[in-house]
C-alpha cells in the first residue's frame, strides 16, 4: 500500500528490536553470571531458615565492630544489616539455624550478654525464626505458584488470542521475573515472600499491558489487510502508547510513594515492584511483538488480494 494522505503514522518500534534484544540480554547474562558467582540468590530466612533479630541502640553503632564482637564471641557467621531510618539506630541480625545463641528467651538472655556490655540501653524489638524445613516448603511453594500462574496466563491468552501470543505472553512475562530476579542478585538484597508477591503482582501488571497491545494488533489486522504484519504492530503500538505511558506512569507515582515513605518493613516489595513495573512497561512494547512477529516468520501471511474477493458494495441506481 503506497502512502497517502490517509495513511497512518506511527513510531518504528520494531525497527529497533535488535537493539532491545542485546539490551534484555544484557541484563539476563549479567544476572546469570550474578547468580553463579554469589553460589545462588540471598535468600532472606522465608527461605533459608533462621532467626532475624531487629536491635534498637541508643546511639550510632559501626556494624565492623559488631561484627567483630560477634567474632570473638566464636558465634559463627552473622548478617548484620541497617535497619530502618539513621535516626533510629536499628540493626538487623541474621543468624543461621544452628546459631549458637539458641531461640527464643534463651537468645535474648544471651544477646544482651554479649552487646550489653558495650551498647547499654539496646532494645531487642522484634525477633523471627523459621526452620529450614518450612523454608524449603516456602521456597518450593513460591516457585509453584509462579508456574501455576504463567500456565493458566498462556492458557489464557491461547484462548483469547492463538498460540503464537500465548507462547510470546509467557516469554514476556518470563523475561520480566528474570530481570528483577537478575536486578535483585546484582544488588546483592534479599529474595524474601515479599519479593515472590510483588513477582506475580508484576506479572499480572504486565500480562494487562501486553494483552492490549495485541487485542489493538488484532483490531488492526482487520482494518489493514494489506500491511505487512510488523507495519501493523508498529501502529497498534503507537494508538496503545499513550494508555500505557499513563498507566504506567500513575502507578510508578504509586510505588515511588510506597518505596519513600512506606519504611524499610515493605521497601524490598516496593523496590520490585519499581523495577517490575518499569521493566513490564518495556517488555510490553519491544519484547511481546518482536517475540510474535518472529514466531510468525514462514507462516503463510493474510492474503493480500482478500479485499478484492470480497463482493463489491451495490451502487445505487442514479
Do not use: C
Not at 518504528?12 to 544476572?31: E, M, N, P, Q, Y
Not at 535497619?83 to 543468624?95: P, R, T, V
Not at 544452628?98 to 558495650?118: C, P
Request: glycine share 8%; aromatic share 8%.
Amino acid at each position: 500500500m503506497k502512502p497517502t494522505t490517509d495513511t497512518p503514522h506511527f513510531i518504528d518500534f520494531l525497527g529497533k528490536r535488535r537493539f532491545t534484544i542485546i539490551f534484555s540480554a544484557v541484563i539476563l547474562i549479567a544476572g546469570f553470571v550474578s547468580v553463579i558467582t554469589h553460589g545462588g540468590l540471598n535468600y532472606g530466612i522465608d527461605f533459608r531458615g533462621g532467626t532475624n533479630v531487629q536491635i534498637r541502640f541508643a546511639d550510632a553503632v559501626d556494624l565492623d565492630s559488631l561484627r567483630g564482637l560477634f567474632k570473638e564471641q566464636d558465634l559463627g557467621n552473622v548478617v548484620l544489616q541497617t535497619f530502618g531510618s539513621e535516626e533510629e539506630h536499628e540493626i538487623l541480625l541474621g543468624l543461621p539455624v544452628d546459631s549458637a545463641l539458641g531461640t527464643g528467651e534463651d537468645l535474648t538472655a544471651k544477646l544482651r550478654g554479649v552487646l550489653g556490655t558495650q551498647y547499654p540501653g539496646l532494645e531487642i524489638r522484634r525477633i523471627e525464626t523459621v526452620g529450614p524445613r518450612v523454608g524449603d516448603e516456602l521456597k518450593e511453594n513460591a516457585l509453584l505458584a509462579i508456574v501455576v500462574a504463567l500456565g493458566l496466563i498462556l492458557l489464557y491468552v491461547t484462548f483469547r488470542f492463538e498460540w503464537r501470543q500465548g507462547v510470546s505472553a509467557i516469554l514476556t512475562l518470563l523475561h520480566d521475573v528474570l530481570v528483577v530476579v537478575s536486578v535483585f542478585s546484582l544488588l546483592d538484597k534479599e529474595f524474601t515472600l515479599s519479593v515472590v508477591a510483588a513477582l506475580l503482582t508484576v506479572v499480572g501488571y504486565s500480562l494487562n499491558d501486553t494483552i492490549v497491545v495485541f487485542d489493538r494488533i488484532r483490531e488492526n489486522q482487520g482494518r489493514f489487510r494489506k500491511q505487512a504484519l510488523e507495519w501493523v504492530m508498529n501502529l497498534s503500538i503507537t494508538e496503545t502508547l499513550s494508555r500505557t505511558l499513563i498507566t504506567s506512569g500513575t502507578t510508578l507515582l504509586v510505588v515511588i510513594a510506597l518505596l519513600v515513605l512506606g519504611g524499610e518493613i515493605i521497601f524490598d516489595f516496593a523496590f520490585a515492584l519499581l523495577v517490575g513495573v518499569l521493566i513490564g512497561t518495556y517488555s510490553s512494547i519491544y519484547v511481546a511483538s518482536p517475540l510474535v512477529l518472529r514466531l510468525n516468520k514462514g507462516q503463510r501471511p493474510r492474503s493480500a488480494n482478500a479485499e478484492s474477493k470480497a463482493p463489491a458494495p451495490e451502487q445505487q441506481a442514479s
